[in-house]
């Protein structure tokens, strides 16, 4: 079946350092993904999503990037901030056969930035 | 505009209890979702409601039951409730539908729930 895995439970940076946090997935025919951030307490909150179609996406600080050939994703925090402290998921799309869409999401890495 | 709010946000029940965790969203999302979420084992979908008056089971539906009362509702209810039911508990929504959509979901604040 598919899966969505991480490959660092805990990454600690120091703050102004970039931060890239990874993940594998095993279904090649998924078409969409997404990282999510979760703040302590509080729900997961869409970062940035990318197409299968796509190798690279920036937003602001953040740039995900999709290898199809190995099936892995990263996400790339620039300058790391206090604020981005947080559980960082990543999640790929697939059909329900109710119909409409759902997620499966990874375990999750911490992400713990350093003064 | 709120977004997806869920209430309670802190529940105790005593085993064999019931209870219904309300979700509501102001997005006029055609989606919602339902999931638990345990230490280490991510997020899982309980239940989905790919649109108003259809509704269909995720990958842990036992012990649970929905009811999606209209476009903006979508409840959740444990007839009788667990200790294996203790979790933090999301509410989602989306609007894609179609195959080919995205499916970004936006979630609550979610409902922290022990079972004793």
């Known amino acids: 079946g598919e899966s969505v895995g991480l490959h660092l439970p805990t990454l600690s940076v120091q703050e102004g350092d970039n931060s890239i946090i990874n993940c594998a997935y095993s279904n090649s025919a998924s078409d969409y993904f997404i990282w999510y951030k979760q703040e302590s307490g509080k729900g997961p909150q869409f970062i940035i999503d990318i197409r299968s179609n796509m190798d690279k996406r920036q937003g602001q600080r953040v740039t995900v990037l999709l290898n199809k050939t190995v099936k892995h994703l990263s996400l790339q925090i620039a300058a790391t901030q206090p604020g981005d402290s947080a559980v960082y998921f990543c999640a790929e799309k697939s059909v329900l056969t109710g119909g409409g869409n759902k997620l499966t999401f990874g375990t999750g890495t911490q992400l713990k930035v350093e003064l | 505009n709120a977004g997806v709010t869920q209430t309670p946000k802190f529940q105790v029940l005593k085993t064999g209890q019931s209870m219904t965790l309300q979700c509501a969203q102001d997005m006029n999302h055609n989606s919602m979702y339902w999931y638990r979420q345990d230490p280490g084992m991510g997020l899982r979908l309980i239940y989905y409601s790919a649109s108003e008056g259809t509704t269909d089971k995720g990958e842990v539906p036992n012990g649970y039951n929905v009811s999606r009362l209209n476009k903006r509702e979508f409840s959740l209810r444990l007839e009788s409730a667990a200790p294996s039911q203790t979790s933090v508990y999301f509410c989602?929504?989306?609007?894609?539908?179609?195959?080919?959509?995205?499916?970004?979901?936006?979630f609550g604040a979610g409902t922290r729930l022990s079972v004793l």
């Open positions: 989602a929504s989306s609007d894609g539908v179609q195959p080919l959509a995205k499916n970004i979901q936006y």
